[in-house]
């Protein structure tokens, strides 16, 4: 079975620094990887996935992630956050080709940022 | 696009009550799910339907939960008996059935409690 580490709980960061937030993940088999953020009172919104090819996936907001086979990573970045970016975000994986269509979320990483 | 709405948004009941929670999915998407969170957890996946059939369950998902999703529109799931550890909130998201990895809607939830 896959599964996902969301290695910090919580991140604070100072407006208009670079952030990066971190997941590994765990599966015996190729996967497709995700990564989900809540805003307060929301429901969670795809930022951006990786399905195949380019390992650096841009998502909305100005979020990428680099996927890392090598390394079983998936970890968000953005060059510049913004007070709006405050949230929670959620890495998640689900099996590739295998008719699945259940996601398997991290615990979550609480970014605040901090004007 | 009015996006996916849950019905209710709070609800409190005693031990060994009843409940159910209605999910109504984006109108064209033919895919809805039930996720659960816990505090300072990510959703778990609870069941999918694809159209009216229910296509996968969770373990997480005992004999008392029941979920329907009646000609393939709105969905319900019934928690019978509920015990404290219900307590959670209760996700649903929906998505257009278009391939694997593709982008869920989600809506904001259900939280129950439990005393």
């Known amino acids: 079975a896959q599964s996902v580490t969301q290695l910090d709980s919580q991140v604070p960061v100072f407006e208009e620094a670079p952030v990066e937030l971190r997941c590994n993940y765990s599966?015996?088999?190729?996967?497709?990887l995700f990564w989900y953020v809540q805003y307060p009172n929301q429901g969670l919104q795809l930022l951006l996935k990786?399905?195949?090819?380019?390992?650096l996936v841009k998502g909305i907001n100005g979020f990428e992630a680099e996927f890392n086979k090598s390394q079983t990573s998936f970890h968000l970045r953005k060059p510049s956050v913004h007070i709006s970016d405050t949230a929670e975000y959620f890495c998640a994986v689900t099996l590739s080709g295998a008719g699945s269509y259940q996601l398997t979320f991290g615990k979550g990483t609480k970014l605040s940022v901090i004007p | 696009d009015t996006g996916v709405s849950q019905d209710p948004r709070h609800k409190i009941t005693k031990r060994g009550q009843n409940v159910t929670f209605r999910c109504d999915p984006i109108?064209?998407?033919?895919?809805l799910y039930w996720y659960r969170q816990t505090l300072g957890q990510g959703p778990e996946f609870l069941t999918y339907?694809?159209?009216?059939?229910?296509?996968?369950k969770s373990r997480l998902l005992s004999d008392r939960f029941s979920a329907e999703r009646p000609k393939g529109s709105f969905s319900t799931l019934e928690i019978q008996r509920t015990e404290q550890g219900d307590s959670a909130m209760y996700l649903c998201a929906s998505s257009l059935g278009s391939g694997e990895g593709e982008k869920l809607f989600f809506g904001s939830g259900t939280q129950l409690s439990v005393l």
């Open positions: 339907f694809q159209n009216e059939a229910q296509l996968e």
């Open positions: 990786y399905l195949s090819g380019s390992t």
């Open positions: 109108s064209e998407h033919n895919r």
């Open positions: 599966s015996s088999v190729s996967v497709y």
